[in-house]
């Protein structure tokens, strides 16, 4: 995947020719900063303009918008010119305004002066890391740059495992690398040479609902409608076949209706099956893949794929996902790449600011908890996720606890927006945490890696951020309508979808775990993870992983889930030498 790398401060010469030596890039010589393109594809620079100077990864859906704009303030671009330059020019010429107006997925590394500036897109597609060491800062698009970088001494950051474990992905700016850090999307990060950090919000949801009476219901779904179509419109590849990772969800479905119906060319959907005995949705993606005319494919994945594959897909990620579909969806990813698709859609999204069904739990607790503590409501989201944050006094050793016992608490990831400041009502609360944390950490980077390692981009219509503001300017209650999720959305394009797929209940698709786990990664999951390197590591407890691996104790059904994070950490840990 092609990754890009940058460094700036007073000593920036010696940590410029470290990274330049890693990504077989020449290293600048009489500058005071500097800025090194990894390999080509995504990644674009270094460019210049008046005399600053970026590299990144940057695709822009709407670029004549903002060729528009530039030249409404007198500084038109060159015809032609790549999209990270644009949005250097973006930046330069209309600041935190222009890179607001921009629609894509980017991260973006500039110097400035003696400053290294960073900028991520609004919802997080494209991930920016950074770190400090003799001197200067140094920022890569691949973590495994910065970890290779001889001038960080670096190890294990315990209170990021601690955050695994709870969330099953990294919420926040830290990273398993201890003094390595993640940019937050949204952001104008200012890495300053004195070694201080500065950052400002070029774009934040904001909950703006009716103070009197508000517009008719049909008037939010008609706008949200035209929002869609344009969302995806503008993710459409030009001039070829366009892919969709098509599920049978709602999500999925409307944005593989809104491709058949905007796009001229093919559109390939592409579907996933576990075998016929399980659960599934392949009538649902078949109902759809039928009604939309779409070249339908579905992939069998076996857990024998899975269990040979599984290290390989773990070392693609900058930061561990403890999700079983890594695999599959590296496949499916496969797939496109193997019909010459380079753009592949997909329904993430829909429920993070939608209104989907994993903000019920914390819904029904709101109802019934007796603490008002506002801190109650954090550890209450905590418990939520259902992972291992309740086991982590039995998982954990007793040497992880006792270095632990300082560290700041996961909750301080989720508590800010889960309290009255942007947002006011609970939904939109949950929802704004759902976007900032799971949406940013996990759901959009790990589809843009996967996709992107097979030179594939994978495209989110639901997460553009005109889509986001419109949720957040919509009332609770026409999100989750009663007991119907996702209303307002499901309204939208009704008439787009068989009733059957609009008004069915999520179900979601059913992953083997326990079975794999069970089956072709038995032995591979005690080798890992009772073996010595895990022992000597320390962080687990044998005897805690021996009782999931035997499916006893407190913990079933879902035992199968939290060993499956314990593997991937382990895994992860092995593929960045930790």
Not at 74 to 92: K, M, V
Not at 296 to 303: A, E, K, P, W, Y
Request: aromatic share 6%; proline share 8%; net charge neutral.
């Amino acid at each position: 995947m092609p990754r890009c790398c940058a460094c700036a401060g007073p000593d920036a010469d010696r940590a410029r020719t470290h990274l330049a030596a890693l990504t077989g890039a020449p290293a600048p010589t009489g500058a005071p900063a500097a800025l090194l393109p990894a390999e080509p594809g995504f990644a674009t620079g270094p460019f210049t303009v008046d005399g600053t100077t970026a590299v990144g990864e940057v695709t822009l859906h709407n670029r004549p918008e903002l060729l528009a704009a530039l030249a409404a303030a007198g500084s038109p671009a060159p015809a032609g010119c790549p999209d990270g330059e644009l949005l250097l020019r973006l930046w330069l010429r209309l600041g935190a305004d222009g890179l607001r107006r921009a629609d894509g997925m980017f991260a973006l590394a500039v110097v400035d002066g003696a400053d290294l500036v960073l900028v991520r897109d609004h919802t997080g597609t494209r991930t920016l890391f950074y770190a400090r060491a003799d001197g200067c800062w140094a920022a890569s698009t691949s973590l495994r740059a910065l970890r290779h970088w001889p001038a960080l001494g670096t190890g294990l950051n315990l209170a990021a495992v601690r955050s695994f474990l709870t969330f099953a992905y990294l919420p926040g700016e830290e990273t398993l690398l201890r003094g390595v850090h993640e940019a937050l999307p949204g952001r104008v990060l200012r890495l300053a040479a004195d070694g201080t950090a500065r950052q400002e919000p070029f774009w934040e949801p904001a909950e703006r609902l009716p103070d009197g009476g508000a517009p008719p219901a049909a008037t939010y779904a008609r706008e949200l409608r035209g929002l869609l179509e344009q969302a995806t419109a503008r993710r459409l590849p030009e001039g070829g076949p366009v892919g969709v990772l098509l599920s049978g969800g709602v999500d999925s479905s409307l944005v593989t209706a809104l491709a058949a119906e905007l796009h001229n060319h093919p559109v390939h959907t592409y579907s996933i099956s576990f075998g016929d005995q399980l659960p599934n949705e392949l009538g649902y993606s078949g109902l759809v893949a039928d009604h939309c005319g779409t070249r339908h494919r579905i992939l069998s994945v076996s857990g024998e794929e899975v269990a040979a594959r599984l290290a390989d897909t773990v070392a693609l990620l900058d930061s561990p996902v403890g999700d079983p579909l890594t695999v599959p969806n590296l496949m499916l990813a496969e797939a496109v790449a193997a019909d010459g698709i380079t753009v592949a859609l997909n329904g993430e999204g829909g429920d993070p600011v939608y209104g989907g069904p994993k903000n019920l739990p914390m819904l029904v607790h709101e109802m019934h908890r007796d603490d008002p503590a506002p801190e109650a409501r954090a550890e209450a989201y905590l418990r939520s996720y259902r992972k291992c944050y309740e086991d982590l006094p039995r998982l954990l050793t007793a040497d992880a606890l006792r270095a632990l016992a300082d560290e700041p608490q996961p909750r301080r990831f989720v508590a800010p927006y889960l309290a009255p400041g942007p947002m006011h009502a609970l939904l939109n609360q949950l929802l704004h945490c759902n976007l900032r944390t799971k949406g940013a950490h996990h759901i959009l980077t790990k589809v843009e890696r996967l996709t992107a390692s097979r030179g594939v981009q994978g495209r989110s219509p639901l997460f553009d951020r005109r889509v986001v503001d419109h949720a957040f300017a919509t009332p609770p209650t026409l999100k989750l309508h009663g007991t119907v999720e996702k209303w307002v959305l499901k309204e939208a394009v009704r008439d787009l979808l068989p009733a059957a797929v609009v008004d069915r209940p999520k179900s979601g698709m059913r992953v083997p775990v326990q079975q794999w786990l069970s089956g072709p990664l038995r032995e591979l999951s005690g080798e890992l993870l009772l073996g010595r390197t895990a022992r000597e590591r320390g962080l687990v407890r044998p005897d805690t992983v021996r009782t999931w691996m035997r499916r006893e104790g407190t913990l079933l059904p879902r035992q199968g889930g939290k060993l499956w994070l314990v593997l991937t950490l382990e895994l992860w840990l092995r593929a960045y030498e930790l």
